[in-house]
């Protein structure tokens, strides 16, 4: 799957699950663009579990700053 279409994909998944509203680039802040606290971000992340069927670690959200951050975890996980 391209770095687009997953971009793509998480965009939907955070307008579904946190009312967020715009588009994510490779450079978007995940905390600030889509204001996660630690709960958003948990949620978040099940959310992309599921869509993308893949089981991320408890210590892959340390590394997550920007939505590209997220697409690299995301195709080293086979999800895309």
Do not use: K, N, P, Y
Not at 2 to 21: C, K
Not at 49 to 67: K, M, Y
Request: hydrophobic share 45%.
């Amino acid at each position: 799957m391209s770095e687009r279409a997953i971009l793509d994909a998480l965009g939907a998944i955070a307008r579904r699950e946190l009312d967020w509203e715009g588009s994510l680039t490779s450079d978007t802040s995940l905390v600030e663009a889509l204001a996660l606290d630690s709960i958003r971000l948990l949620q978040l992340l099940v959310a992309v579990e599921d869509h993308f069927e893949l089981c991320l670690d408890e210590d892959d959200e340390q590394g997550l700053v920007s939505a590209g951050d997220l697409v690299t975890l995301i195709q080293e996980r086979g999800g895309g």
